[in-house]
């Protein structure tokens, strides 16, 4: 059965930090790209970032470039993202998602607040 578990998730302060984590299980982590895409309330889904499964190549949305960074242990199965100098503009339900060609395995996400 796959799973991924997100957590990490909470109420932040504007300017502060929060680390994001994905535990996955049931498919071979290792050969899939892993990414975390947010929603913000009344917006579409959008990618924030991106690792493929050899670590060698990461992207970021042009709006976290900077302050968020994505990691991946293929031992533990997680993907992480570390964000930091959040803003209110980051308040958003964060999802992991892995994919493999047609297969696409996605979180039920976690919720981020920043707020003061």
């Known amino acids: 059965q796959v799973q991924l578990v997100e957590s990490g998730g909470g109420l932040v302060q504007p300017g502060g930090s929060l680390r994001l984590s994905c535990a996955a299980s049931?498919?071979?982590?290792?050969?899939?790209?892993m990414s975390w895409y947010r929603q913000a309330p009344g917006k579409n889904r959008e990618l924030v970032a991106s690792?493929?499964?050899?670590?060698?190549?990461?992207k970021y949305a042009d709006s976290v470039k900077g302050r968020f960074t994505i990691s991946r242990d293929d031992v533990k199965k997680t993907v992480t993202l570390q964000m930091s100098s959040l803003g209110p503009e980051d308040t958003a339900v964060y999802y992991c998602?892995?994919?493999?060609?047609?297969?696409?395995?996605w979180g039920q996400g976690t919720r981020v607040t920043v707020s003061s």
């Open positions: 049931g498919f071979v982590f290792s050969w899939y790209t």
């Open positions: 998602k892995g994919n493999l060609q047609r297969y696409e395995y």
């Open positions: 690792i493929s499964s050899s670590g060698s190549s990461i």
